[in-house]
Structures are given as C-alpha cells and as structure tokens.
C-alpha cells in the first residue's frame, strides 16, 4: 500500500479518461498510410518514429496556438468515412491496452467535411469506428465503454449546429459537447445560444477554459454558458492568493470558491498545459494545490499523439513529481467517474463495480 505505483501497476489499473481528442491521438504509423492513401504530400516526414517524434517536438512549443498548427496533419487524413472508422476503431484499441474502463472522446465534425462528407456521416462514421473497436478489445478479453461529446470551434460560428447534432445523437453515444480551439480572443460567451439550447435539452457540455485565457473564461464558461465541466481550467489558480507548503492563509476569492463549493469537475492535463504554456512546469503545475485543496481534479491526456504519452503516463508522472500514492490516483479516477456524462447507473456500476474493486486489488491484492 506504501509501495510507490509503477507504471506497470499504473496501467492494469481501471483508468477513466474523460478529455481525449481523438485527432490529437492518431497513430503516427497510421497518419503515413491514410496521408497515403489521400495523397497528402504535406506531412513532415513518412518515417512513423521520426513523425511521432515531430508532433511531441512541434507541439512543445509554449503557445496554444501554435499547438493547434500541428492538427492541420491529423485533420487532413481523417476526411474520409473509412479514415474516420479506422482512426477511431484504434482509439479505443489503445486506451483499451492503457487500461481504461470508460472514456469520453471528442472531436469536431465541422473539419471533417473536406472529402464531402455531411456532419451526420461524421458522426456515424465514428460511431461506427467506436463500436469496432469496442468488439476488437472485447475479443481480446477487455471490457471498455466509449462515449462521444461533439466539439465546435470557438473560432467558427456553427456552435449551435453541433449542438443540435449531440441532441440528435444522444441516443446512440454521444453524451455531450465542447467548445475547443484558440481561447484568446474566443470568449464563451460567443456561444451562448448554442449552450442555451442544450440545456434546455437537459443536455451535457464542457468547455475548454482557463488554458490561454485566465479567470474571464472561466466565469463565462460557468456563469454565461452553464458549462458542467470545465477543459482545463488551471488558471482558477489565478483567483487563489498564495498560501505556504502547508497551505496555512490559502484565500479562495469569488470564483475559484465557486467551482470548488460546487465540485465543478476539472479535466486536467499535466503534459499539454506544460507544452502549451498554461503551465510553467510539471514540477510548478496548478494540479498539486488544487488537488490538496480538494478541488474536484480529474487527470487527462488531452492529445496522447501530441504529448507522446497514455494516461498512465501522466499518473506516473504525477507520483513521480509530486509523491502520489494509490489513493491519490484513487480519488482522481473516482472523480472522472462521477464528473462523466454516461448516467448515474452506469456511473454507480463502473465505481462500485471495476474501479473500487480494481484499486483495492492493486493496493492490497499482493499482501
Ligand atoms: O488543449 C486544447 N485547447 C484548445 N483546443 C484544443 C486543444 N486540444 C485540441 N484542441 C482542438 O480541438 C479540436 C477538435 O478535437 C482539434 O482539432 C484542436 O484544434
Ligand atoms: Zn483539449
């Protein structure tokens, strides 16, 4: 129980991921062959290892902005239904060997229309990518549920169109929506309608806040826009006055006493944030106070292509840097299950059923 998590434990561990863009998780093997079978000539290079290793180094480039410039690759190979199928069909294959039980991923099916395909057939074509992965993974003894939430780009103006396309897909998988792309200058409150009309649906959105813009985002996020989670949100630190290595005199202001008197879910994500900036370090990231504040902090991959890493990953990077025990990756897990847009039963079964057991197995199953 005292013995420190190895990545090996880390990974047989029932892991949730609830912020995972499935175009920022292709494998670099597969971008070559569809860039291929497209005739995309733009790509850095055709060698796998040396593109894998061209999006870690691309992507570590200290501006969210300039993070985004590398999904120009990823997008213009995914334009097709059979792209769109196969990207998705070994998504769920890799969190599945990760070790994941239940997964949130999204995308935006407006830069999917380029080959000629209609926001429907995006959606379909991934969902249909979704459940072939799901049977591939069940073949190999591995139980694993995958859920949709649709992104629109803060940049364009067709929010409300996806929103409506996750009302229409509630049924079949997808379980909410998300505002993504450069946060500067592209306030929540610029879809305000869109976030307006899906809870008036009873429907579920998150949005990425707090990242490369500070507290206004977040407000808005939560008091214009109703937003159930938040992406990121790391910089609610920014409404939290310095408190000592005991956290002794840590004053929460306004906002940041609000989204944690509500256990807002935070959908953290160490190794993007410290490659976008929004962190100056793993060692110097927000999660550690707001962790040991009780913040409701869940723990991301965001883009594993662009991070070169899993979940797992990211856990054993957190008890490396910060001493994490099990009952710390405990509590992150637990929360990403309760914050998850799946229903409370399926929410219930997956805590009580696979991750409860799962970690006490993993913290007292040698002894
Ligand atoms: O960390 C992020 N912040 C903001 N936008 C992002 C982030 N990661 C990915 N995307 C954007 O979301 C789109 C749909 O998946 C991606 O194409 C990318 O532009
Ligand atoms: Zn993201």
Redesign the pocket.
Same mark, same amino acid.
């Given at each position: 129980m005292d013995a420190k998590p190895t990545l090996e434990q880390i990974r047989r561990a029932p892991k949730v991921l609830l912020h995972d $863009?499935?175009? /920022?998780g292709l494998r670099p093997q597969t971008i070559v062959e569809l860039a291929d079978a497209a005739g995309y000539t733009d790509l850095p290079t055709d060698d796998p290892e040396e593109l894998g290793a061209w999006f870690v180094a691309a992507a570590n480039s200290g501006s969210?902005e300039r #993070? *985004?410039e590398t999904?120009r690759h990823?997008?213009a190979v995914m334009q097709t239904r059979e792209a769109l199928e196969r990207v998705a069909a070994e998504c769920v294959e890799d969190l599945a060997a990760d070790g994941i039980v239940y997964a949130e991923v999204? #995308?935006?099916p407006e830069?999917h229309l380029r080959g000629g395909l209609r926001l429907e057939e995006v959606v379909e074509a991934v969902q249909a990518g979704f459940a072939e992965g799901v049977r591939r993974v069940a073949h190999r003894g591995a139980v694993i549920q995958v859920r949709t939430l649709l992104?629109a780009?803060?940049q364009a103006a067709r929010s409300r169109e996806i929103a409506e396309l996750v009302v229409r897909y509630r049924d079949e998988g997808v379980v909410g929506f998300?505002l993504? /792309?450069?946060?500067a200058g592209f306030p929540p409150s610029r879809h305000v309608d869109a976030c307006t009309y899906l809870r008036q649906q009873n429907a579920y959105l998150t949005i $990425?806040a707090g990242?490369?813009s500070g507290l206004p985002s977040i407000w808005e996020a939560l008091q214009w826009c109703g937003a159930d989670r938040i992406? $990121?949100g790391v910089r609610v630190v920014e409404d939290i006055e310095a408190a000592d290595e005991h956290l002794h005199g840590a004053r929460l202001g306004r906002l940041a006493s609000y989204v944690r008197d509500k256990q807002i879910p935070l959908e953290i994500?160490p190794s993007?944030n410290v490659q976008?900036g929004a962190a100056p370090s793993l060692e110097a990231h927000p999660i550690h106070l707001l962790h040991r504040l009780r913040f409701r902090v869940t723990v991301n991959t965001?883009?594993r292509l *662009?991070g070169g890493i899993t979940l797992s990953d990211e856990f054993a990077a957190l008890v490396d840097t910060f001493g994490y025990g099990w009952d710390d990756l405990e509590s992150f897990t637990v929360n990403a299950m309760k914050s998850a847009f799946a229903s409370f039963d399926e929410r219930l079964v997956l805590v009580n059923g696979r991750i409860k057991p799962g970690f006490a197995q993993l913290k007292w199953g040698g002894r």
């Open positions: $863009h499935l175009d /920022g969210l #993070y *985004l999904f990823t997008v999204r #995308y935006a830069q992104t780009m803060r998300d993504a /792309g450069p946060e $990425h990242e490369a992406g $990121h994500c993007s976008t965001d883009n *662009l």
